[in-house]
């Protein structure tokens, strides 16, 4: 059985993280302190360390449960949630948009450490979510290569970063389309491409 986790526990991991992600939206991770993330807190400096070795263990703790979550939302399901969706006709599928849901529920967390501060340990390990969700969704859509216009990886690659950094400007500018309107438009893109038609230009003289 899993173990209750103390209430008490809890609420000072949730005030340590508010006071985390405020500071973050404030200045750079590195010019701030313990001290700061304490004061903020509300709490004594040597409570936190009673929870943290230091504000890293704070932010790694934070994005490895965010992430988790986002993880087992859009990836786990996937084959399940994908039985009776079909592909042609034009609608985004459900884990796209539980994608950009998930973002919006922790706006302020992806403002901070994606867009604000552009963390290492977030992009590194946000990245490798986008990753097995690509996979998986390439895989499900297309698992023949020889149906592909490049190398698998290289599809999978492409795409990731795309999703990414289309991610980062999409909180960047305070998110300009709604969730369903940018999950669209990356599942067309990702399927499609940018063209509806193949450009015709011819050259010139």
């Known amino acids: ?11 000072t991991h949730q005030l340590l993280r508010k006071a985390l992600i405020e500071l973050m939206e ?15 807190a509300t709490i004594k400096r040597a409570t936190f360390y009673l929870h943290f070795e ?18 087992e939302s859009i990836i786990v399901p996937m084959n399940k949630s994908s039985e009776h969706f079909d592909i042609h006709a034009g609608k ?15 706006y302020n967390l992806f403002y901070a450490l994606l867009v604000r501060n552009r963390v290492a340990y977030f992009v590194t390990k946000l990245g490798s979510v986008i ?20 190398p698998r990886e290289v599809i ?5 970063s795309a999703f990414l950094e289309v991610i980062v400007w999409w909180i960047e500018n305070n998110r300009p389309y709604s969730e369903e309107e940018i999950a669209t438009h990356l599942l067309n893109l990702s399927v499609l491409g940018p063209y509806k038609h193949i450009p015709q230009r011819s050259g010139g003289g």
């Open 1 to 11: 059985m899993k173990k209750k986790k103390d209430p008490r526990v809890i609420r």
């Open 26 to 40: 404030e200045r750079d991770l590195e010019q701030i302190t313990v001290q700061e993330i304490a004061e903020r």
């Open 54 to 71: 230091d504000k890293q263990a704070l932010v790694h703790q934070y994005v490895d449960e965010i992430l988790t979550e986002l993880s």
């Open 92 to 106: 985004v599928h459900p884990n796209f948009l539980k994608l950009f849901h998930h973002i919006t529920d922790n």
């Open 131 to 150: 990753h097995d969700f690509i996979l998986s969704g390439i895989n499900w859509t297309e698992p023949n290569d020889t149906n592909l216009t490049a």
């Open 156 to 160: 999978i690659k492409f795409v990731e």
